[in-house]
């Protein structure tokens, strides 16, 4: 077979159905990359149009432009649009677009989950337009703070829209994340190990373990403000046992790691351009990925540093004071190392290096301003004041923005397989740095003289007309100069000339493909060496199209690639993929009328969506794995892998693992609320008790043990050739008698909306049921598996996978109900 | 799997710790125990007493990391899970001093 016949071959199986209707059943990494883009770009021009908004409104004193509330919609749009449907989603686009190609393979772990996210995020993303259409978008900030955010403070629509329409969206960045991590730890090309990964994943590896562990607290605490808006559980009601400074901890608790989930993408974009500008490898690679994860972690000591003026005592400020000092250490070490790499190279200034630039100096002065900030007495006078929206702008433009840019115009000729043609955007960097630093250098100053945030208008007295008009007028250059971009992009893609391949003479694998790329990415998957494959091998493209590499032949109709082990990049699975479906697009739609459903207090509704989502999810599931035990699988260069369905830690393994991960951190969280509830809150005992019970509480722990026990016993069984449907039924067994001691607990509680203690147990035992109803229902998948003959002693990949949902069950279970239980129990 | 975890497992202890100590802190000042122990308030010797405790941990891990038998096999693992190694043990030592420094409960 020639490279051409190959290519004819591959593109037949891979390819998305043509035209708009592709859109809607494409599982392609590539559609859906762009996908995203587009929409986080459509995202980011409305949220501009806000801010012009905003400073239309500001430009003069007594301005009639907009009326407070309307104003309290404008900007409480413009942050959460910004934050959550710009940002967010646009490091998702540009990994699920750049990482198999830049790991060398053909698509990502779950390509369905993939467009399932995108559905989520493009439905939800709506669904906040729209409120902001009818004028009834929420107006409490985008930090949206109760008591404001309560059911008596904003008795309207408006922050239900914030409440729902967020965790929505926020459903499609676990799902990304879930995605991007196993992806990165499992499907690479064969010789990746963890030391030639391109330094973009490692970013990408640890933004997305972000996402996991930082999100929860946000999803949760949203859930919690809801259900006390929906339905007056007191959680936020410092009368009745609740705490608003519950929601600035849960809030912040991810609002803080949320800053560097947008910048860590963002360096590694530059990290990944800066030294292709310098023609220069990136100098301390090592030292990056250790910054990098310092940085990480240390976010996740931050939180309280946004509430330094909430009356927390003194020691609890200096621990975050202190932690907040620290981040400056690793983020000044990767700006040493980029600067390093600057030093060592020879820059040439391309247009992606002046937007580099651009970042270099934007973020060092918002770095500084942060710093200021994390001094407890400056933050106090600074605290609420335009100062503080110009160092958020500093530090998220700079160093999200600019970065962002910089890589738009690098894979550019990748996107489009094109090259510029002219200097409009050199032309348009200008004017948006201009633009940039007028606009938030007057806002620094006119904080500075006392004006306050989220202010509608201000008095000629006051003393800031002209630094107003000043940043007015810098940020229409602002918004000319983005345009300009934007503009200069479509041009690009629609009219100029077809560039050649790898421009940038970059050498990292995405570029070893022809542009735009081909929905298999690589015709044959290469071996790597290197951590700059096509810099000791220029030619590898050529090679890789006639086949010398891995999975080199077509083979049925299948999407095939493969998976390595996590540290070696030494191959371990074979894989076959599913081909297009529009299940996923369907599945998120029955999921938004979940949501839409509680928006509308349709409850009736909400059943039925519940129960839609399990019947897809069960079709979803059912789809993969196969009737007939399969042999080892030659992938080439004489190497033979066995399907992932007869391996022990198969791709949904994985997946469960990090999506465990998640939800262990929203348990958590819960927990970490009703301790700090219990101890924190004033109104404090509780009326009355959870009336404690033995039997109830024996019988839960006898189902959660039981659970576990018959799961082992029914792999074993499976695994030696006999029949494992008596354990299952056991397993079936343990996790009804969770189900029923959870729903007990659930019904003994005392009157949930009269204190947040009972409040909060309500939830557990929700939480409880809601995971004993999920491992009832996979332990019956699973019988109904092993009755089809979908399983046998080799094709054994669901039994674990079964198994870690009903560990996690299992404990989960026997704390919540030990939380209810034990206290009045002990006396 | 095993490397990934050597590398994340003292920034974690380190989140563990320092939440855990912000945790006890809240409990202490929120339920007012009283009393003294070595001439000094209970609060700040059960509070001194973590801070060490987390101190003495960060060690542990930092020598395993050190340990031939226990350390990574490939150089870049070792590198980067010692590096991590460190963070833990200093931003131990830096972010959770305010137990020794400053007043607590105020
Ligand atoms: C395109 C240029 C931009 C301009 C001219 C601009 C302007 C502004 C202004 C004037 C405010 C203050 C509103 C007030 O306190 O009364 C604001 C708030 C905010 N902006 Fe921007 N912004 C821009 C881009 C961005 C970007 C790219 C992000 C994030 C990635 C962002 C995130 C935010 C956030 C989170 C707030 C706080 C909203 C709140 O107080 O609830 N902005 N912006
Ligand atoms: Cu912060």
């Not at chain 1, 250098?441 to 509608?456: C, K, T």
């Not at chain 1, 810099?535 to 690639?561: C, F, H, M, S």
Request: hydrophobic share 55%.
């Amino acid at each position: 077979m020639n490279a051409l016949g190959r290519h004819r071959k591959l593109t037949a199986i891979w390819a998305s159905e043509p035209g708009f209707k592709g859109w809607f059943s494409t599982v392609n990494h590539t559609d859906l990359g762009r996908m995203f883009l587009a929409t986080a770009f459509f995202f980011f021009f409305i949220g501009g149009l806000l801010a012009m908004l905003i400073r239309a409104q500001l430009a003069t004193p007594h301005s009639a432009f907009a009326g407070p509330d309307i104003y309290n919609q404008i900007f409480t749009m413009h942050g959460t649009i910004m934050m959550f449907l710009f940002a967010i989603p646009t490091f998702e686009g540009l990994a699920v677009y750049l990482l198999p190609k830049m790991l060398g393979t053909r698509d990502l772990a779950f390509p369905r989950l993939t467009a399932y996210g995108f559905w989520c995020y493009a439905f939800g993303g709506s669904m906040m337009l729209v409120s902001m259409v009818f004028g009834i978008a929420p107006d409490g900030g985008w930090f949206m703070y109760p008591p404001l955010s309560g059911a008596i403070h904003s008795p309207g629509i408006n922050t239900d829209f914030w409440l729902i329409g967020i965790t929505f969206v926020e459903i499609s960045a676990i799902a990304a994340a879930v995605e991007i991590t196993v992806s990165i730890l499992k499907y690479r090309a064969p010789g990746m190990s963890l030391d030639k990964m391109p330094i973009f994943a490692w970013y990408a590896l640890i933004t997305a373990l972000m996402i996991l562990t930082g999100f929860p607290p946000l999803i949760l605490g949203s859930i919690l403000l809801e259900v006390e808006r929906a339905f007056g559980f007191p959680f936020f009601q410092a009368e009745l046992g609740g705490d608003s400074l519950l929601w600035q901890h849960l809030f912040w608790l991810f609002g803080h790691p949320e800053v560097y989930i947008i910048f860590l993408p963002a360096a590694g974009v530059i990290s990944t351009v800066l030294p292709v500008m310098c023609r220069t490898p990136l100098l301390g690679y090592g030292w990056i990925v250790a910054a990098a994860l310092a940085l990480a972690f240390l976010s996740f000591g931050l939180w309280v540093h946004h509430m330094f003026t909430t009356g927390i005592p003194h020691m609890g400020l200096a621990f975050f004071s202190a932690a907040s000092t620290l981040v400056a250490v690793p983020t000044g070490m990767q700006i040493f190392a980029w600067i390093g790499t600057m030093w060592k190279g020879r820059p040439e200034l391309h247009l992606p290096m002046l937007h580099l630039l651009g970042f270099f100096f934007t973020f060092v002065i918002g770095g500084l301003t942060g710093v200021m900030v994390a001094v407890v007495p400056f933050d106090w006078q600074a605290h609420d004041t335009a100062f503080i929206t110009a160092h958020l702008h500093y530090v998220l433009f700079g160093g999200f923005v600019f970065p962002i840019f910089a890589g738009i115009y690098y894979w550019m000729p990748h996107f489009t397989g094109r090259k510029r043609f002219f200097y409009l955007g050199e032309f348009a960097f200008a004017l948006v740095f201009i633009g940039f630093h007028v606009t938030f250098l007057a806002m620094h100053w006119v904080g500075l003289l006392g004006q306050r945030r989220r202010i509608s208008t201000y008095a000629p007295e006051d003393g800031w007309t002209a630094i107003n008009l000043i940043s007015s007028v810098g940020s229409f250059v602002l918004a000319i100069g983005i345009a300009m971009i934007l503009i200069d992009v479509f041009l690009h893609a629609l009219t100029a000339s077809r560039g050649r391949r790898n421009p940038w003479r970059a050498g990292t694998l995405e570029w070893a493909m022809i542009t735009p790329a081909p929905a298999y990415n690589f015709a044959s998957l290469p071996h790597v060496t290197d951590r700059n494959p096509l810099t000791i091998e220029p030619d590898l493209a050529v090679q890789l199209a006639k086949g010398e590499g891995y999975l080199g032949t077509p083979r049925n109709t299948w999407r095939e690639t493969l998976t390595v082990e996590v540290a070696s990049g030494k191959p371990d699975m074979h894989v076959i993929y599913p081909a297009n479906t529009r299940l996923p697009i369907l599945m998120s739609a029955v999921t938004g009328i979940f949501f839409l459903s509680l928006l509308l207090k349709f409850y009736w509704t909400v059943p039925v969506a519940v129960v839609g989502v399990a019947i897809l999810a069960w079709k979803w599931v059912w789809s993969i794995g196969r009737q007939d035990d399969m042999d080892t699988v030659p992938v080439g260069q004489d190497i033979h892998l066995p399907n992932f369905a007869m391996t022990d830690r198969p791709p949904g393994w994985w997946g469960s693992v990090f999506l465990l991960t998640a939800n262990a951190t929203l348990f958590g969280s819960l927990l970490f609320g009703f301790a700090f509830l219990w101890t924190v809150a004033p109104g404090w005992p509780p009326p009355d008790w959870f009336p404690p019970s033995v039997s109830a509480l024996a019988l839960g722990i006898i189902g959660a043990g039981l659970g576990p026990i018959a799961m082992r016993y029914a792999t074993q069984k499976n695994r030696n050739g006999g029949t494992p449907l008596a354990s299952l039924a056991l397993t079936l067994a343990g996790a009804v008698l969770v189900a029923v001691a959870c729903a007990a607990m659930m019904v003994h509680t005392p009157a949930p909306t009269r204190h947040a203690y009972a409040a909060t147990l309500f939830v557990l035992g929700s939480y409880g049921l809601f995971h004993a109803a999920l491992g009832i229902l996979m332990v019956c998948f699973l019988i109904a598996r092993v009755r089809c003959g979908f399983t046998s002693s080799a094709r054994r990949a669901e039994f674990p996978i079964v198994r870690l949902w009903i560990d996690y069950l299992s404990v989960v279970s026997v704390l919540i109900l030990v939380v209810a239980h034990l206290p009045g129990l002990m006396g | 799997m095993r490397d990934i975890i050597r590398i994340l497992i003292a920034p974690l202890v380190w989140l563990a710790t320092f939440s855990a100590i912000y945790g006890l802190h809240g409990l202490l000042c929120g339920h007012g125990i009283n009393g003294t122990a070595f001439g000094l308030p209970i609060e700040r010797v059960l509070l001194g007493a973590a801070f060490l405790f987390a101190i003495l941990l960060q060690t542990a891990l930092l020598f395993a990391l050190y340990h031939p038998s226990l350390a990574a096999s490939s150089e870049f693992s070792r590198f980067v899970s010692r590096a991590t190694g460190w963070v833990g043990l200093v931003a131990t030592l830096w972010s959770l001093s305010p137990v020794v420094l400053t007043t607590y409960c105020v």
